[in-house]
């Protein structure tokens, strides 16, 4: 019969599931390996992209199988949050309904394609089974002063109507999700405080040596720790004075201009001391600034805007007073908000006063050349040097000025040493409907109460209707609003904020281990087993966001008492998988160039889809989609079938007894045993050290073209070698294509499942060649190949090269100088005359 993939898949896929045949649970005698990758979000069908990752992941947990390990691998859905919601209000129905159904179609397309997941772990994070343990993870940060609520100016999507996290403003300061220029806006908000971790978080990047140090360096960019000088600055002629914050405090002589944020305080406060029209003039400018994106006013080159307040500041060190200015490349969000302005040496501070005409002073100059002339400097210079215009430093390297100025500020009680970090406390307040709701309500009598935990989950109102622009419709539930006090049993008004959907996914992978657990949100025996991850695989987009937040969470859990306190970081390898384009571009179906793995699989069948995405690119660079290739592949699958079913007889009375190396004779068995355990031996360091996919496929095409080529008649050694050959194929090919080599596998007559067979081992005598081909060069010129045993010493070869006919007949007449010679590789003889 022809390869029919149609009839094949959907057969085996009952198969596994009627054997649970993924199904996991512990074991102490066995090594564990956890392998998952990122779940996804249900606002959709599954695209290309998703079927590229978890194809991935099922190859490898395959393979760990075959190879002993006990693998925990499974699977569920990112559900809460704005891509649903939104998806959902695009489609004119409820965000549960809109879910639900589409996570029902998400799991028929991953069986579809074959994944192994033990499916007794799904996780919906949308359900109250699940978020009960999110708002349980809120009340125990908020018992440690890890959530907190605070008044604070916000990152606001318009579109979305929510505020964003610092992570989640991209780009040119656009909404992560919809590219809508975010905005700032004070609202009181709920935070957690990611800070009190931000040094642990950046130690421990040290020693995950399996994460991409692309991935690495991302988040130490993020984090971002500084070490400076924080110091105060007075206002002239009022009682109010700046922090400001420095790593360059050796260039405090350099000042020209004190900048402030349009959001700072001291803003305001000047703008109250001001006359009625200067005071109008500042607080307009400051509004219009703070509206502007943080990329727009941030940016190195970028037009600055400013304004002078017509304050002045004091600078501790001479005395020397200097403007004040508003400035919009000032942010609230990194630093103190203000800057003391050193023109000459940052280039955001040269492009400003060269725009506003203020003074340029160098206090820093290269060693062994001259001061800068200010009128002539055509940019700043921020390299380290030699102090200069600094009064009693002048002369000093810059370390030594920075360490030295620093102790002045101390010993006069002007500033303080101290470390400072760009990563800020996280902001999970979303003013949105689709989220896990918060777990507090507020007392007129008691104020801010959490809800008991007793009470959990506090379930999100399902009969609730959203808004057609997405604003949160739970301040249109006065029955689910309005509730008693847990405390004093008096009126209280619930949290309508819900919680980032990144708190749901900065957890799940501890909900898999302990699924329909009711004690807790995992039972501890199970994350000292089964944690951390050992494989995580997903996109480098979410570098900087779920990753941070997925590392915080387990530090916090393990400081709780949760898990074992050396349970620190969540994922020991990090696999980010490249995109899927076509015609040149990312897939996107504004760009009409989208392929529906629904109808690649319905056409050719999963495994013929899983093959060309495993086989056209390594897994951590792009892949271009070719459907000649995608046909490609299909036409192997069928080349692998006809092999088996064409050569059955053969193959069925043939001898399952392994021959080894030394037990044959025959040269051409001898080359097929050869490349049978090559192979096996290559593709078993391709998947388990290098990860190359694509080349382990090609290595298996090579031993599928060898078995073609050789003739098993006659039974004996040879159809004995043929059919190892064959059974290998099946069990290297089975992770990348588990339906067709199940079939194959069966149609050898082997009851058992491949997907729980044993991977084949190496039979390390059988990979040393019989012969080496070594080439004769005299003086450096090649003159003769030979054929030699392979292994020999370098004397050794020598001898055997210096005693053939050709050799002597080469060199005869002439003087030997030297002889070179390289074992497998090699003899050069230099000779004159």
Known sequence: MAYDAGVIEPKWRKIWEERRAF???????????????????PSGALHMGHLRNYSIGDLTARFLRMNGFNVMYPIGFDSFGMPAENAAIKQKTHPAKWTL???????????????????RRLVKTCLPDYYRWSQWFFLKMYERGLAYRKYAPVNWCET????????????????????????KKNLEQWFLRITDYAQELLDCLDGLTGWP????????????????????????????SIEAFTTRIDTIYGITFVALAAEHPVTNALAERSPEAKRDEILDFARRMASRSAIERTAVGGDKMGLDTGFEAINPVNGKRVPIWIADYILMDYGTGAIMGVPAHDQRDFDFVRKYGLGVIPVVRVEGEPIPD?????????????????????????????????????????????????????LISRQRYWGTPIPMVYCDRCGL??????????????????????GNALLDCPDWVNTKCPRCGGQARRETDTMDTFICSSWYFFRYLSPGYDGGPFRPEDAKYWMPVDLYIGGIEHACLHLIYARFFTKVLSDLGLTSPDLREPFTGLLTQGMVIKDGAKMSKSLGNVVDPDEIIKKYGADTARLFILFASPPDKSLDWSDKGVEGAHRFLGRVFRLVEDNLPALGSASAAKIPMNGIKDPEHRALKRLIHSTTDRVTKDIGDERQLNTAVARLMELCNGLSAFSPSGGGTGASLFREGVETLLLCLSPFCPHVCEELWQMLGHDDLLARAKWPSVDTDALAADSVTVVLQINGKLREQYNVEPGLSREALIERVMSEDATRRRIEGLEVVKVIAVPDKLVNIVVKG
């Open 23 to 41: 199904e996991t649970e512990r074991d102490e005698s066995l090594p564990k390996f956890y392998c998952l990758e990122m779940f996804p979000y």
């Open 101 to 119: 159904s589409n996570i029902d179609r998400a799991i028929e397309q991953l069986k579809s394609m074959g994944c192994g997941y033990d499916w």
């Open 160 to 183: 979305c109507g929510t505020v964003l996290a610092n992570e989640q403003v991209i780009g040119d300061g656009v909404c992560w999700r919809c590219d809508t220029p975010v905005v």
């Open 213 to 240: 140090e692309r991935v690495l360096t991302m988040q130490r960019n993020w984090i971002g720790r500084s070490e400076g000088v924080r110091f105060r600055i007075a206002i002239a002629d009022t009682d109010l």
């Open 374 to 426: 200010p009128e002539k400097m055509t940019a700043a210079t921020e390299a380290d040097g030699i102090s200069c215009n600094s009064g009693e430093f002048d002369g000093l390297p810059t370390p030594e000025a920075i360490r030295k100025i620093s102790e002045r500020f101390e010993e006069r009680g002007w500033g303080e040493r101290e470390t400072q970090y760009r990563l800020r406390d996280w």
């Open 449 to 470: 109460v959490p809800i008991p935990e007793s009470d959990l989950p506090v379930e999100l109102p399902l009969d609730a209707v959203v808004p057609p622009n997405g």
